[in-house]
């Protein structure tokens, strides 16, 4: 296996665990928009996302949810390439929500999902390439809420698996979040790690540093250098200011702006290797949208 590969592995499982593990067990529904700019270029990448989780309570502190969510992704590629990109211009990712979570004991929670995926240009009918099958399991000391504690805290171990990343077993999740006053606070994980100020109930600033990215399957390939071109990705490693405001304890719209350390548009042949970069450059990021969380 390539240098390159491990890396395109290890991108996006890290993206999957961040888009797994921190949104889907706590988000019931959220709205979001995406936007990365290619430096010294008309070319932009924005995407757009919907997703909607549903709880049924089956006994006591036990809970089956189910839901879904949809991100569009539109590759505006306006500079000169030396192959048709029509093809690229709209991908289509489709997540199905199964889960299942249970108090463990006094201090733990349980948790199972599972998230069968579609990931494709959808520009003909489906096809066994489109799909993929994502899951994990985790379990969850959160003791944010005891007023005993001085410094209360939220610790998330897991295993995940997603079939994007190419390895036939699952990998490790830890996400570790502390109080440190009424006014800091931290987590340290990845793809996420932040550091965060409450100005009072409703506001609050972070930094942070985190992954972001996709990959799909093109269902009208291109020739490009030569070769079939299949599949299409993107990691990007970000860092930057975030704001938050909180309409309710639970209700709440937000904005995250930075810079990329690390940005990876590439075209990929079946066996995902690299057959054209379509960008490397560095390049301002936004994202904002309204959450409604547990």
Same mark, same amino acid.
């Given at each position: 296996?390539t240098?390159?590969?491990?890396?395109?592995?290890?991108?996006f499982?890290?993206?999957?665990?961040n888009?797994?593990?921190?949104?889907q067990?706590?988000?019931l @529904?959220?709205l979001?928009? /995406?936007?990365?700019?290619?430096?010294?270029?008309?070319?932009?990448?924005?995407?757009?996302?919907?997703l909607?989780?549903?709880?049924?309570e089956?006994?006591?502190?036990?809970?089956?949810?189910v839901?879904?969510?949809?991100?569009r992704?539109?590759l505006?590629?306006?500079d000169?390439y030396?192959?048709?990109t029509s093809?690229?211009?709209?991908?289509?990712?489709?997540?199905?929500?199964?889960?299942?979570?249970?108090?463990?004991?006094?201090?733990?929670?349980?948790?199972?999902?599972?998230?069968?995926?579609?990931?494709?240009?959808l520009?003909k009918?489906?096809? /066994?390439?489109?799909?993929?099958?994502?899951?994990?399991?985790?379990f969850?000391?959160?003791?944010?809420?005891e007023e005993s504690?001085?410094?209360?805290?939220?610790?998330i171990l897991?295993?995940?698996?997603? @079939?994007?990343t190419?390895?036939?077993f699952?990998?490790?999740f830890v996400?570790?979040?502390?109080e440190?006053?009424?006014?800091? /606070?931290?987590?340290?994980?990845?793809?996420?790690s932040?550091?965060?100020?409450t100005?009072?109930?409703?506001n609050?600033l972070? @930094?942070?540093?985190?992954l972001?990215?996709?990959l799909?399957?093109?269902?009208?390939? /291109?020739i490009v250098?030569?070769?079939?071109?299949d599949?299409?990705s993107?990691?990007?490693?970000?860092?930057?200011?975030?704001y938050?405001?909180c309409?309710?304890?639970?209700?709440v @719209?937000y904005?995250y702006?930075?810079y990329t350390?690390?940005?990876?548009n590439?075209?990929r042949?079946e066996?995902?290797?690299?057959?054209?970069?379509?960008?490397?450059v560095?390049a301002?990021?936004?994202r904002t949208?309204?959450k409604?969380?547990?």
């Amino acid at each position: 296996m390539t240098y390159k590969k491990h890396g395109l592995i290890l991108m996006f499982s890290l993206f999957f665990i961040n888009h797994f593990a921190s949104a889907q067990l706590t988000d019931l @529904a959220r709205l979001e928009y /995406s936007f990365i700019p290619k430096s010294n270029s008309d070319d932009q990448y924005t995407r757009l996302r919907a997703l909607l989780n549903y709880p049924i309570e089956v006994k006591n502190n036990a809970y089956f949810i189910v839901g879904a969510e949809y991100n569009r992704v539109l590759l505006n590629l306006e500079d000169n390439y030396p192959f048709d990109t029509s093809g690229l211009n709209k991908i289509h990712i489709i997540d199905f929500n199964i889960g299942y979570t249970f108090k463990w004991s006094e201090k733990w929670r349980f948790g199972v999902k599972f998230n069968p995926r579609i990931a494709s240009t959808l520009t003909k009918q489906l096809m /066994s390439d489109d799909y993929f099958i994502n899951g994990g399991v985790f379990f969850i000391n959160d003791r944010t809420k005891e007023e005993s504690l001085k410094r209360p805290y939220r610790l998330i171990l897991g295993l995940t698996y997603n @079939a994007t990343t190419g390895l036939p077993f699952p990998l490790p999740f830890v996400s570790y979040h502390r109080e440190i006053n009424e006014i800091w /606070s931290f987590n340290l994980g990845v793809p996420k790690s932040n550091i965060k100020y409450t100005f009072n109930a409703k506001n609050n600033l972070q @930094a942070f540093v985190g992954l972001d990215g996709y990959l799909a399957h093109l269902q009208e390939p /291109s020739i490009v250098n030569g070769q079939n071109v299949d599949n299409i990705s993107l990691s990007v490693a970000i860092a930057g200011l975030g704001y938050e405001y909180c309409f309710t304890k639970h209700l709440v @719209a937000y904005m995250y702006t930075g810079y990329t350390l690390r940005l990876n548009n590439v075209l990929r042949n079946e066996n995902r290797d690299e057959i054209f970069k379509l960008d490397d450059v560095n390049a301002f990021y936004l994202r904002t949208g309204l959450k409604f969380k547990i």
